[in-house]
Structures are given as C-alpha cells and as structure tokens.
C-alpha cells in the first residue's frame, strides 16, 4: 500500500475520494444550487416574485421593525443556556442591529445580537433574525422556507448536522480529502495535457468512465481546487480557533488598541442615547461614495450598542461590482458625523478577501455565475464517475469472490448521483403541493426532502442485488425516470398554482422564477436520455453473451 | 491493491490518525507560531492572522500527504505531533512575551 511515491498516492486518491466523495457529492450539488439559491428562493416562495429592492429607508422601515424585535432564535437560547454559569434571564440586552441585501434579493435580511450574560465564552452572543418585504417592512412567515438559501445553501458546508458543528468539520475534512485527492491525482495521472483532450464514449464503460473523471477532474482543475481551498478559508476560524482560544489576551490586547485608533467604543457606555436619523448617514455615505467616482448601494448596514449614548452606525457599500467585500464607514449614533472609515485593506486581505468574494459570489456577473455553476457540476462529474469507476473495476472480482464491497459503493453512488437529485426535486415539487398557510409548513418540506433520500437508498440497496453477477443496478434508470417526471411535475405545478409558466415568465423577462423551470425542463429531458441509454445498454448486455469481452481492457499500471 | 504489498489493518489506521490527527495538530502549531512570529515581527493583527490561517490550509494539505508518502511511520508521527506540540509550545510562549 505504501511501498512507494506512486502506491501510496494512489490509495490515498482511492480510499479518501471514496469515503468523503460522497459528503463531496452533497457540498459541491447544492453548492452549485447555492450559486442559484435566490433564484430558487423566489420559484419556492411566490409571494416574493418581485424584482430585487436596495435597502430601505432605516428611520420609515427598519427602526420600527428591528424594535420588535426582542427575542433570540429559540433554538440558539436554548444553545446559550448550556454555556452559561447563572441561568438566562427572560429578557436579554440587545446588543447590534444588522441588515443584509444583495443586487439579487427582493427581500430583506434583519438580524438582532443578544448579549448572553456569565457566558463561559468571551463576547458571547446569540442571534434573532427575519426576513421582510423591504417595500413596506412586512415580516415573511417562517414557515415559508426559502429553499434556496434557507435549505440548499447551508447543506452545502453544514449538511444541517447543528449537534456541536459536526456537520462543518465533516464538509471541512471532506474539502481538505478533495484538496489531496487533486495533488495525488495530478500525480497518479503525469498526462495531464493528453487527458485534456481524450474522451473515448464509445470504448468500454471502464475505460469512458475513467476519461470522463480524467477530463472533467483536469478542465476545471483551478476550480476543484480553488473552491474547496476558500470553502476552507472562509471557515478558518471554526476549523483553527487558534488565536481566539490560545491567545485571547493578544486579541484583546488589539482589540483594545484597534478600539483607541478608530474611536469605535469596544464596549455600551452604560448611559441611554437616541439614535440620530440614520438615513442621513446613509446620504452622507453615499454621497462618499460617489464622490470618489464609485456610486452605489448599501450592502450592509449595523448599529452596535444598540440603544447606549455611543451607539454607532456602520454602513458598507454592497459588492455588486466587485469581488471582495467593501470598507466600512462608521457614524457616531448620536450625532450622526462619520467617526471611521476603513482604511483600503493591504495585499493579505485583498487576497483573503478575493478568495472569500469568488467563492460566495456578491457580484453582479453572470456569465461568471454560469461558469461557477457549470464548474460546480463538473465537480460532481468527476466525484461521481469516480464512484463508477471503482465499481467498474472491481465488480467482477467482487461478484466471484462474493464480496459486498462494489455493491454497497455501486448503492452509496446512487443515493447520492440521482438520489439526491430525486429527493432535490421532491422538495420543490412538495413546496408547490403544501397548502399556501400550512402551519410549520417548512418542517413538511424538509421532512420530504430527507424520507424521499432516504427511500433512494433503501431502493439503490434493494437493486445493487444486481451486482452479486456483476451486472447494473436497475436502480440507476428508475431514478432517472423518477428524476425526469419529477422535475416535468415539478415545472407543470408551478405554471398551475402560480400562473408563472413559462410563456409569462419569458416574456415578462423574470428570469429567476424562468431560469428554474427552464432548469426543470433540462433536467427532465437529460434524464430521460440517461433513462434510455442505461436500459439499452441492459438490454444489450443481455443479449449479448460475449459481453465480458467488451470489458477487458490493458490494466493501467498507475491506477492498479 | 492486490498486487501490492498489504499492511496490517494497525499500520493504516495509524496512518489515518497521523494523517489527520497529527496533520491537526502540525497545522494548529503552524497557525500559532506563525501568527505570533508575524506579529513580533511587526505585521498588523489581521494581516498576521489571515495570512497564516490561508497558509494554515495548504500546510495541512503538505502535511496530510506526507503522513501516506513517508517510509517510516515513526517519522510521520515524530515530525507531525511531536514538531505540532514544540510549535504550540513557541507559539504560546511567544504571544504571552507579546501580550
């Protein structure tokens, strides 16, 4: 196994790409559903297709909303009542107000911090938060779950494992497997340029398999790497917490000098103050702004020590024309004049930043998005083919020696190449089915999502008996089937319950709620070939006795 | 896999926890030393801390591979746990000399 260079890269490529591609399989599909996920949002929540709105006004809108706002996430209560030393009491101190928006979003983020008191952790707060129309402030239901980025998007770095973050640490060991199955393939393979351009089909399905990995692993090699590498970076401090725990006192040591240079108070100042119209920061900020010929939109905007005489107003130019996050600039609450402003970052945290603002993707360019998108599937590609491969290769052996191994893999395959496109589409077609006012209707949708993955297991399990004479699982073309008429159904139910087919949609231009069923549609047709192909190729198999002679093929030294 | 020589089901699982345990803590180590070096060295906080929390990646993803390439697995061990603990320990001591 680890004899040599070569040997040990190898197994480390096989086994590692094997048991964390299929965690893989999960971040980089709904990572590339994320890259569409307010799109998704709005096909999932029609009451909310409407076009993208900036920031409405603070003093109208958000001061009276926010106001309301007094009470944390029950669950996140419930999470600071383990870590503290006295127990919560009812009323917690707020602490910031915060609201969040993009070039793409008709509605509106708002978060409130709570303080927690005799907390074990430094700084210790907990989150409320709700989304609204900006138009006139109306708070959405929470039982409407925006799948897009209330679902799909923290699958994708969470797998919505909460219990003590492990979901993060499972999705962050997967990205640093992906980042050494990449090194070791690169090395496995030394052809890199030749495998640019080798795709065989029409060879035996062990020798098309591998091209296929080959070549969807090499064309978009910077991408594989680069977006498992800042998926990492953007986490760094959950994976390493190394100076926020080792060296707390140099943090607060900078924290407090930070706080002498900027005039930003670290802490309330215990006195009660008025906030001063925060609109006219705003005006103030954009007038700024376009005065040094960058005219924009806020992004974001936070008051910290809510409600204290040293309040402050923090507003940051939104990223719709570029990569990385903005500088922030910081008004004094109570006098609205401009305490700080950010000073331009420096070559690390431009770089930081770039890494962070591709992989998250604030910007407006949409070509870059499709290419994102289409790099993110490429990922899949290649993970899955890899997954076929090691079942090509050895499901003979395995049948002989009466191993289960090609089996289980072959079924794990399944469950996460079309099952968890099945159970995808089983929410959206689930979320057009579910009356409009259902209470917890969020719970349904999700709880469809997880039973309908569940049972393409139990059905990719119960077909891989298949495997046992080395032949395909059923289960890959009646999931395509399923896959192909439930995205069909998919596309119909939302022209039938909303009226937003596809002939109003496309001349209307509303592309998100268009470009979803136009998706729909594609899904469903590439299906239905896939469907057919696997069933002529079954058929073929069986007719054709000589089969196993199509299958031989010279070894490759390098992947034996 | 056949072909090849095949090791006892405690050496590979000694190599998965060098791989990732020792790889942890190397890394950890690396984070540590390395903030605090940059930091002495006069670079400002955020600039010292992101720069080797970027680095921190790309050194676990070194140190991951080494613990499957190298020969002697007593070596992997040595150098990742025993040189994390040793950069921890520097690390550490240096930031409370900075606090």
């Known amino acids: 196994m680890f004899a040599n260079f070569r040997l040990s890269l190898t197994w480390l490529h096989t086994w590692f790409g094997l048991v964390l591609g299929f965690v893989l399989m999960v971040a980089f599909f709904f990572g590339s559903m994320s890259v569409f996920d307010r799109e998704i ?216 000098e930070e706080a002498t240079h900027t005039g930003l108070d670290l802490e309330p100042s215990g006195k009660p103050g008025r ?135 072959d079924a794990l395959a399944v469950t996460t190449v079309t099952g968890m496109v099945v159970a995808t589409l089983s929410i959206l077609v689930v979320n057009r089915l579910l009356p409009e006012n259902l209470p917890q209707r969020d719970l349904w949708e999700m709880s469809t999502f997880w039973l309908v993955w569940i049972l393409t297991l139990v059905h990719a399990a119960w077909r891989s008996s298949a495997l046992r004479e080395a032949r395909m699982s059923k289960a890959w073309p009646e999931q395509c089937w399923t896959i192909a008429s439930l995205a069909l159904s998919a596309a119909v139910l939302n022209a039938v319950t909303t009226g937003d087919h596809l002939g109003r949609t496309l001349s209307a231009g509303y592309w998100p709620v268009a470009g979803v069923d136009l998706m729909l549609l594609a899904t469903a047709g590439i299906a239905a070939v896939a469907a057919r192909k696997l069933q002529a190729r079954a058929r073929a198999r069986v007719r054709d006795t000589v089969a196993d002679n199509d299958t031989t093929l010279e070894q490759e030294p390098e992947r034996a | 896999m056949a072909a090849t020589t095949t090791q006892s089901s405690w050496h590979v699982l000694s190599r998965i926890c060098a791989g990732i345990l020792g790889s942890y803590l190397f890394t950890w180590g690396f984070v540590a030393l390395g903030a605090t070096a940059l930091l002495a060295a006069g670079l400002g906080f955020h600039e010292a801390t992101d720069l080797v929390s970027m680095l921190g990646f790309l050194i676990f993803l070194t140190a991951f591979c080494f613990a499957f390439i190298a020969a002697s697995l007593t070596r992997v061990w040595l150098v990742l746990a025993g040189g994390g603990a040793l950069l921890t320990f520097a690390g550490w001591c240096l930031s409370r000399s900075l606090a």
């Open chain 1, 41 to 256: 949002d709005r096909w999932s929540l029609p009451q909310t297709r409407i076009a993208a709105q900036p920031m409405p006004s603070f003093d109208r809108i958000l001061a009276a909303r926010f106001a309301q706002m007094t009470e944390p996430d029950p669950e996140q209560r419930e999470l600071a009542a383990g870590r503290v030393t006295q127990p919560l009491p009812e009323k917690l101190k707020v602490t910031t107000w915060s609201a969040f928006t993009t070039h793409r979003d008709p509605v509106l983020s708002m978060f409130v911090g709570f303080e927690v008191p005799n907390s074990t952790l430094p700084d210790d707060q907990i989150f409320g938060d709700v989304t609204i129309d900006p138009r006139d402030g109306r708070v959405l239901s929470r039982d409407q779950l925006p799948i897009g980025s209330g679902f799909f998007y923290p699958m994708h770095f969470s797998l919505h494992i909460s219990w003590y973050g492990v979901g993060y640490w499972i999705v962050g060991f997967a990205a640093i497997a992906m980042l050494a199955a990449i090194v070791s393939g690169v090395f496995m393979h030394r052809k890199i340029f030749r495998e640019f351009f080798t795709f065989r089909p029409t060879r035996n399905l062990l020798r098309s398999t591998l091209d296929l990995h080959n070549l969807a692993g090499v064309v978009a090699l910077p991408f594989h790497f680069l977006w498992a590498l800042s998926g990492l970076i953007i986490f760094a401090g959950i994976y390493f917490p190394v100076i926020e725990t080792m060296m707390h006192p140099l943090v607060e040591q900078h924290e407090r």
């Open chain 1, 275 to 409: 906030l001063s119209p925060v609109d006219a920061m705003v005006s103030a900020a954009k007038e700024k702004w376009a005065s040094r010929g960058m005219p924009g939109e806020v992004g974001f905007l936070a008051v910290t020590h809510v409600g204290s005489s040293n309040a402050y107003v923090s507003i940051y130019r939104d990223s719709t024309d570029r990569v990385a996050t903005a500088e922030g600039m910081h008004f004094d609450g109570a006098t609205g004049r401009v305490i700080f402003e950010d000073p331009p970052v420096g070559p690390v945290e431009t770089v930081n930043g770039f890494l962070e603002g591709m992989h998250l993707q604030q910007f407006r360019h949409w070509t870059l998005r499709w290419l994102i998108f289409v790099g993110g599937l490429l990922s899949c590609a290649c993970i899955a083919t890899g997954f076929i491969f090691y079942v090509e290769k050895r499901k003979r052996t395995h049948a002989r020696d009466g191993h289960a191994g090609s089996r289980w893999v």
